[in-house]
């Protein structure tokens, strides 16, 4: 999370080139929306099954992360010409992965429900909602926006096996339980650049953080995403600085 | 529909200058691309702002939009309906949809911000 946001702020002083990054999670860890309130039963989950827990800076639901591929992508909009509604942003990232996964001949279909922001599953893969990426009629992925003026960073999570509490997966699968067969990480790490690139046409560099966005994440790791406060309460105090 | 009183920055906020102070809130190009506000988060009064530094944040279709002030200085108030309320963002952009006032540090930033002519102008081209 900090890393992402080291990104997206880098990316707005343009010190920063646009970026995608592709991870997965040390553990089991569940993530909550800006927004959301962390109530009791999901606090008590959380600890009965030793889930580690980290506030998002994008809205959206909770997410369970662990047998997943981790995506997020910082870009501006004007690498996307024309500008678009916040909502067609969905359906570009999610063409993104769409077309990644068609690469690896796994047939996966946009959602078509209407967008209805009022109506934000408090699991975000209970619900499926528009541009989700369905395999088989289940949500295999879905993804959440943070825009910083004309920087927008979009964090999603293609799941590739379900684990846990079944409550977090009620309308989902992971692409591998769907297929009944494993899929090949570094072809699928290496579908979706190729993906991004060509959807976003963005040249992306190989590389890791820069000095900036690191020393940048280092802080906001100690100040913001380990603390009670911004975890639990959401509350931050440099948040908009 | 951009109001002609009213002064416009390339963030798509609005600044009605009344004396010293000033009232912000989001144009109706801004909300319309959002889509539906379900939160609206706002600076605590008494905070100081400086020009082009994010006051808040409103969250529409699993997507978190910073709010960047046009001018620079102390948040005198901010409009507490919108807690409740946050459809007034889309609903009435220009009056029930105000977020914060500011006590203008520097009554020239002002000047520096596009006319409704402009504004119009600057959304129909999109930024350079």
């Known amino acids: 999370m900090a890393s992402d946001e080291a990104i997206l702020r880098q990316r707005r002083m343009g010190a920063s080139p646009s970026t995608l990054r592709l991870y997965s999670w040390l553990k089991p860890t569940v993530s909550l929306g800006y927004f959301q309130h962390i109530g009791v039963p999901l606090a008590a989950l959380c600890r009965q099954q030793h889930l580690a827990l980290v506030r998002r800076p994008t809205g959206g639901g909770f997410v369970l992360h662990?047998?997943?591929?981790?995506?997020?992508?910082?870009?501006?909009?004007?690498?996307?010409?024309?500008?678009?509604?916040?909502?067609?942003?969905?359906?570009?990232?999610?063409?993104?992965?769409?077309?990644?996964?068609?690469?690896?001949?796994?047939?996966?279909?946009?959602?078509?429900?209407?967008?209805?922001?009022?109506?934000?599953?408090?699991?975000?893969?209970?619900?499926?909602?528009?541009?989700?990426?369905?395999?088989?009629?289940?949500?295999?992925?879905?993804?959440?926006?943070?825009?910083?003026?004309?920087?927008?960073?979009?964090?999603?999570?293609?799941?590739l096996r379900t684990s846990g509490d079944p409550g977090f997966?009620?309308?989902?699968?992971?692409?591998?339980?769907?297929?009944?067969?494993?899929?090949?990480?570094?072809?699928?790490?290496?579908?979706?650049?190729?993906?991004?690139?060509?959807?976003?046409?963005?040249?992306?560099?190989?590389?890791?953080?820069?000095?900036?966005e690191r020393a940048l994440a280092r802080r906001l790791t100690t100040e913001k995403y380990t603390q009670v406060s911004w975890n639990y309460q959401g509350q931050y105090q440099g948040e908009h600085d | 529909m951009v109001p002609r009183e009213l002064k416009y920055s390339e963030s798509h906020e609005w600044v009605k200058q009344e004396g010293a102070m000033v009232i912000i809130g989001i144009t109706d190009y801004a909300q319309e691309e959002l889509g539906d506000v379900v939160f609206v988060e706002l600076p605590k009064v008494s905070r100081q702002l400086k020009q082009q530094e994010s006051f808040g944040v409103a969250e529409s279709v699993k997507a978190v939009s910073d709010l960047f002030s046009p001018v620079t200085g102390k948040v005198m108030a901010i409009n507490e309906t919108l807690a409740q309320q946050p459809e007034l963002v889309n609903k009435e952009p220009y009056a029930g949809g105000w977020m914060i006032k500011v006590e203008l540090s520097d009554n020239g930033e002002i000047a520096n911000l596009m006319s409704a002519e402009e504004y119009e102008k600057f959304i129909q081209e999109g930024p350079k």
């Open chain 1, 169 to 212: 997966w009620r309308q989902a699968a992971g692409v591998e339980e769907v297929l009944c067969e494993k899929i090949s990480r570094p072809e699928i790490y290496q579908a979706l650049q190729t993906s991004f690139a060509e959807e976003l046409r963005i040249a992306f560099v190989p590389g890791g953080l820069t000095a900036a």
């Open chain 1, 66 to 159: 662990d047998q997943e591929i981790t995506f997020s992508v910082i870009f501006s909009r004007q690498d996307l010409r024309p500008q678009r509604q916040t909502v067609e942003y969905y359906r570009v990232i999610a063409t993104c992965v769409q077309k990644a996964l068609w690469r690896l001949n796994i047939a996966v279909t946009l959602a078509e429900k209407v967008f209805d922001g009022r109506d934000n599953s408090f699991l975000c893969f209970n619900k499926p909602t528009k541009y989700d990426l369905l395999v088989a009629g289940k949500k295999v992925c879905g993804s959440a926006q943070r825009r910083y003026g004309e920087i927008i960073l979009q964090q999603g999570s293609l799941i």
